[in-house]
T-cell receptor
Framework: GAGVSQSPSNKVTEKGKDVELRCDPISGHTALYWYRQSLGQGLEFLIYFQGNSAPDKSGLPSDRFSAERTGGSVSTLTIQRTQQEDSAVYLC???????????????FGEGSRLTVL | DAKTTQPTSMDCAEGRAANLPCNHSTISGNEYVYWYRQIHSQGPQYIIHGLKNNETNEMASLIITEDRKSSTLILPHATLRDTAVYYCIVRVAVAAGNKLTFGGGTRVLVKP
């Protein structure tokens, strides 16, 4: 596709369940980011992937959160044993490169809205 | 990355130019200024970026002061669809792994 694709667009789950959120970045983009945005709040960085380098996991809020990126393309964010405070919009972004001025030009998906009951 | 300061909110009349200020007084010589916006219920959208020269594209113009301690994003003819939260971000561009850190941004309301 032409843009970053995320699925599902909406997910309602019960507290304690595991969820997986998927991101398909723009073809050829080497860098991939996950952010989350709670209602009425700003964007919170979660994790960053660049090629075969070790991901920057510095933003993951707890060990219940994990992410992987297979084959340098599709990424999955997994939240285990979900809590109500995990409710948020989870946004994925990709960029063509990780260095240089163009690395700051991120293309965002529409997000996956997670609601934990 | 250097911290930025933006007004919390501002109103703008439809059809008029919207001038959005951003202070980044601690910006380093190798940090770029990026602007993004987020329309309600959508993901953020890249607008423009610059280092020290003024920049213009189809969406906006970016004016950076000579000392680079502040900048202004200009939407030349604001429309109702420009209502959004606008984020000013400074970021080192040369190193890998530099994530964009979004602050609170400016909530811009374009009024008819």
């Amino acid at each position: 596709g032409a843009g970053v694709s995320q699925s599902p667009s909406n997910k309602v789950t019960e507290k304690g369940k595991d969820v997986e959120l998927r991101c398909d970045p723009i073809s050829g983009h080497t860098a991939l980011y996950w952010y989350r945005q709670s209602l009425g709040q700003g964007l919170e960085f979660l994790i960053y992937f660049q090629g075969n380098s070790a991901p920057d996991k510095s933003g993951l809020p707890s060990d219940r959160f994990s992410a992987e990126r297979t084959g340098g393309s599709v990424s999955t964010l997994t939240i285990q044993r979900t809590q109500q405070e995990d409710s948020a919009v989870y946004l994925c972004a990709s960029s063509l490169t990780s260095g240089g001025a163009g690395a700051g030009e991120l293309f965002f998906g529409e997000g996956s809205r997670l609601t934990v009951l | 990355d250097a911290k930025t300061t933006q007004p919390t909110s501002m109103d703008c009349a439809e059809g008029r130019a919207a001038n959005l200020p951003c202070n980044h007084s601690t910006i380093s010589g190798n940090e770029y200024v990026y602007w993004y916006r987020q329309i309600h219920s959508q993901g953020p959208q890249y607008i423009i970026h610059g280092l020290k020269n003024n920049e213009t594209n189809e969406m906006a113009s970016l004016i950076i002061t000579e000392d680079r301690k502040s900048s202004t994003l200009i939407l030349p003819h604001a429309t109702l669809r420009d209502t959004a939260v606008y984020y000013c971000i400074v970021r080192v561009a040369v190193a890998a792994g530099n994530k964009l850190t979004f602050g609170g941004g400016t909530r811009v309301l374009v009024k008819p």
